[in-house]
């Protein structure tokens, strides 16, 4: 079954700091992995997506992720943290040609100025 | 485009009441996807649809019900609210064809169930 862990529910780090967010996978087949943010009181917004094109993705805000299938691992990372970037990030999987999408548990950032 | 609307934006029942949760979007896509979400637990899908006319449940489906009779509208039903449907509610909607097939999602329903 395909499945998302998000290790760490709540993640601080000082403004200017880098921003490393965690996000393992489990699928049988090769997968299309999303991370998401989510403003207070607000929908999610797509932040980058892999879909096998590229292993580095670039996203919106500085934001990038890269797949590592070794590791089954796609951790979002930012070098810089901007007081802007403080909200919640999920980490989603798309199965194969499936629409279903799961959803990690979310990684509430805060970051400290 | 507006995208993926949501009505209402907060809403307050007491238990056994029932309402529908209300979802369009005006991309012309053809899935659409109810999701709840819960703090610690990310969000968890209630059903889905792949297009006029065709549903599925999800993870947790049971106290709600859904139909698609056109491709816009998705909209959802509490047919017998209780404490434990509090939550937020979130539609979301994505082609199902394409490189373009993340989801697009509303801004949420609050519900709080007395």
């Known amino acids: 079954a395909q499945s998302v862990t998000q290790l760490g529910s709540h993640v601080s780090v000082s403004e200017g700091a880098l921003v490393l967010l965690r996000c393992n996978y489990s699928?049988?087949?090769?997968?299309?992995l999303f991370w998401y943010v989510q403003y207070p009181n607000q929908g999610l917004q797509l932040l980058l997506k892999?879909?096998?094109?590229?292993?580095l993705v670039k996203g919106i805000n500085g934001f990038e992720a890269e797949f590592k299938k070794s590791e089954t691992s796609f951790h979002l990372t930012k070098p810089s943290a901007h007081m802007s970037d403080a909200a919640e990030y999920f980490c989603?999987?798309?199965?194969?040609?499936?629409?279903?999408?799961?959803f990690g548990t979310g990684t509430k950032l805060q970051v400290i100025p | 485009n507006a995208g993926v609307t949501q009505t209402p934006k907060f809403q307050v029942l007491k238990t056994g009441q029932s309402m529908t949760l209300q979802c369009a979007q005006d991309?012309?896509?053809?899935?659409m996807s109810w999701y709840r979400q819960d703090p610690g637990m990310g969000l968890r899908l209630i059903h889905y649809?792949?297009?006029?006319?065709?549903?599925d449940q999800g993870e947790v489906p049971n106290g709600y019900n859904v139909s698609r009779s056109t491709t816009e509208d998705f909209p959802l039903r509490l047919l017998s609210a209780a404490p434990s449907q509090t939550s937020v509610y979130f539609c979301?909607?994505?082609?199902?064809?394409?490189?373009?097939?993340?989801?697009?999602f509303g801004p949420g329903t609050r519900l709080t169930v007395t």
């Open positions: 979301a909607s994505s082609p199902t064809s394409g490189d373009r097939r993340e989801q697009y």
């Open positions: 699928s049988s087949v090769p997968p299309y």
């Open positions: 892999y879909t096998s094109a590229a292993t």
């Open positions: 989603a999987l798309r199965y194969g040609g499936y629409q279903k999408v799961t």
């Open positions: 991309m012309n896509h053809e899935y």
């Open positions: 649809s792949v297009g006029a006319g065709i549903t």
